[in-house]
């Protein structure tokens, strides 16, 4: 234990050095980056539909003029009650199974064993995809390449992007790497603005992580290490820890509900495009295409919000790892991006409900809560 202290000290003070360094950089080059990020944000502002679509594409789908989802849905509503009924269904009936007490009394003994490893399913997911990012020279995705964005200090970023990725994913000093990750989100933030909502998976991530630390399979736990953390540590952990992981669960949420709301509502020619684009996905499912998307965005919206209110969290973290199966399977899509998706709903499924989430407030008792 004796050497925690020095160790700490050290990455404190070359963390200081470098922001002594980076915030003159910033200053020097944010007009020319605020710049950069005005004039692409049209081509990146497209969510994860830009992954499978031509640039051309995308620009005129973002210039045309959306389509009309109600006449969509008043044409179709027939199919619209049809589905929205099972949908309902589907729904009350996940709802009664997991707060069934017989269910509870069986597996809750086995769900409580495991929220202490979700917050390492998380410092690790996001440490692969600030690592995965390096190597694909972007940040959050590939739209944001660090060139665009960073100029001249891109390779810097870069060699950032891999520190910080080795120590979330090793558990060493996790905090101090969180906070570097928080700082390259502000300046994304400050270069795209409004898109970075996208990406506020990545905000809530880091926020857990500048919170807890690193406590299980971890490098340097902070349990071990927390007599010689600095005071204000110990009080923030005490203090933030139960806020901690619904804040996750709104952010993540709120990344889904933008990134729907803006490519299958506001320009919901892009999701029309890529449905013309796999004539076998339509013909797959069987619905015309302006149907298969509002379908589409009115079950991401659903995820979204059920996450953000924090209802049924393991059967929405189930389905979206379902749904994200289908598309990278299907389009083929690069994994790295989604790397942190997938990763944030495992950890929800370790970690089950939080007070402050609807089900837990109402359902969630001393010694059980409810199972999906």
């Not at 070359?14 to 005005?38: E, N, Q, R, T, Y």
């Not at 609807?358 to 059980?368: H, T, V």
Request: net charge neutral.
């Amino acid at each position: 234990m004796g050497t925690d202290k020095p160790a700490a000290l050290g990455g404190a003070g070359l963390f200081s050095k470098v922001i002594d360094w980076w915030i003159p950089c910033v200053s020097a080059h944010f007009p020319c980056w605020a710049g950069m990020g005005a004039t692409v944000i049209p081509s990146v502002a497209s969510a994860h539909e830009v992954y499978v679509l031509p640039p051309s594409i995308v620009a005129q789908a973002i210039a045309t003029p959306a389509f009309s989802e109600w006449n969509t849905i008043l044409t179709n509503a027939g199919q619209f009650s049809f589905w929205g009924f099972i949908t309902a269904l589907i729904i009350l009936i996940v709802f009664f199974v997991s707060i069934s007490r017989r269910l509870e009394h069986i597996l809750d003994p086995l769900l409580q064993k495991l929220p202490p490893y979700a917050p390492v399913i998380s410092r690790i997911t996001i440490g692969l995809s600030f690592l995965s990012a390096a190597y694909h020279n972007s940040l959050f995705g590939p739209e944001l390449p660090l060139l665009a964005t960073f100029g001249g200090a891109s390779t810097f970023v870069k060699a950032s992007l891999v520190v910080i990725g080795v120590l979330l994913t090793i558990g060493w000093c996790t905090r101090t790497a969180a906070l570097a990750a928080l700082s390259l989100f502000v300046i994304e933030i400050c270069a795209h603005g409004v898109y970075m909502l996208t990406y506020t998976n990545y905000f809530g991530e880091l926020l857990l992580l500048l919170v807890l630390g690193a406590d299980l399979i971890a490098f340097r736990r902070e349990d071990r290490s927390i007599l010689h953390a600095p005071p204000w540590t110990l009080r923030m952990k005490t203090t933030l820890t139960p806020y901690a992981f619904p804040i996750l669960r709104v952010a993540f949420g709120i990344s889904l509900l933008y990134a729907s709301i803006y490519a299958k509502v506001i320009h919901n020619n892009l999701a029309l495009d890529v449905a013309y684009r796999y004539p076998s996905l339509v013909h797959f499912f069987g619905f015309e295409p302006h149907f298969l998307v509002v379908g589409a965005a009115i079950i991401e919206i659903l995820i979204g919000l059920f996450f953000i209110l924090g209802i049924e969290i393991r059967f929405t973290a189930l389905f979206l790892l379902f749904w994200l199966s289908l598309s990278l399977w299907y389009f083929g899509e690069a994994v790295w991006p989604h790397v942190i998706l997938i990763g944030i709903p495992i950890a929800f499924i370790f970690y089950g409900y939080d007070t402050y989430s609807l089900e837990g407030y109402f359902f969630k008792r001393s010694d059980s809560e409810p199972v999906l």
